[in-house]
């Protein structure tokens, strides 16, 4: 079925470190991948998305990458500061109908 | 360009009762929309596909005769929950795609969120 896993739940780092969240997928015909930044009681703020024809896309401190033959896809955030301090969310397109399946949510708390 | 408006942003109501909640594409014609819950520490979960003149899609577990979904304009969804209870409290969010942004058409455009409070 449609289904979305992502790991870590929490994530916790120095100021300066990289943060790396995984996620994988169900559905081979997806072909979308967004990630989400939410802070509390906000809604959620597209930060990098990719699609299926690239293995990769880089965008400043933020870097996702795509490995479609395992339904992997992961998020980098190099140099983390504070204010990357939020869940993050993955999620994948279903169906082509245009539905989004989310992962669990990763709480990334980056100490000063 | 490709906001997306909820309101109320939160709403307070008695069990029993009944609260719309109105989901709006400012500058663009959606002719799908998307209503999402989310309960407090936990990831979004899709209730319904909201298609423009026609019935929603709800999700496997969603109780369409509870939750009632409108789209009947290509700018407007609403969310009707009917005999609201304190489990339904929840942060309730719609999305929209924008059809103008050709090779971006899957990208999603979220409201700013209801915050449901049954008491």
């Known amino acids: 079925g449609e289904n979305v896993e992502q790991h870590p739940s929490t994530l916790s780092v120095q100021e300066g470190d990289s943060a790396v969240i995984k996620c994988t997928y169900s559905?081979?015909?997806?072909?979308?991948f967004p990630w989400y930044k939410q802070e509390l009681g906000k809604r959620p703020q597209l930060i990098i998305d990719?699609?299926?024809?690239?293995g990769e896309k880089k965008d400043q401190r933020i870097a996702v990458t795509l490995n479609k033959t395992a339904k992997h896809f992961s998020l980098h955030i190099t140099e983390t500061q504070p204010e990357d301090s939020a869940v993050y969310f993955c999620?994948?397109?279903?169906?082509?109908?245009?539905?989004?399946?989310f992962g669990q949510g990763t709480e990334l708390s980056v100490k000063p | 360009g490709a906001v997306v408006s909820q309101h109320p942003s939160w709403v307070i109501c008695k069990s029993g009762t009944s609260v719309k909640i109105e989901c709006r594409s400012l500058?663009?014609?959606?002719?799908?929309m998307f209503w999402y819950r989310q309960f407090p520490k936990q990831s979004l979960m899709l209730m319904a596909t909201?298609?423009?003149?026609?019935?929603?899609?709800?999700e496997q577990g969603v109780e369409k005769d509870k939750f009632l979904i409108n789209h009947a304009s290509l700018t407007l969804s609403t969310l009707t929950v009917t005999s609201a209870h304190p489990e339904d409290s929840s942060f309730y969010i719609c999305?929209?795609?924008?059809?103008?942004?050709?090779?971006?058409?899957?990208?999603?455009?979220f409201g700013p969120g209801t915050r449901l409070t049954v008491l």
């Open positions: 999305s929209a795609r924008d059809p103008r942004l050709a090779g971006r058409g899957n990208e999603q455009f």
């Open positions: 559905d081979s015909a997806s072909n979308y």
């Open positions: 990719i699609r299926s024809n690239v």
């Open positions: 999620a994948a397109i279903y169906n082509q109908g245009g539905k989004l399946i």
């Open positions: 500058d663009f014609q959606a002719t799908t």
């Open positions: 909201s298609n423009e003149g026609s019935k929603a899609t709800y």
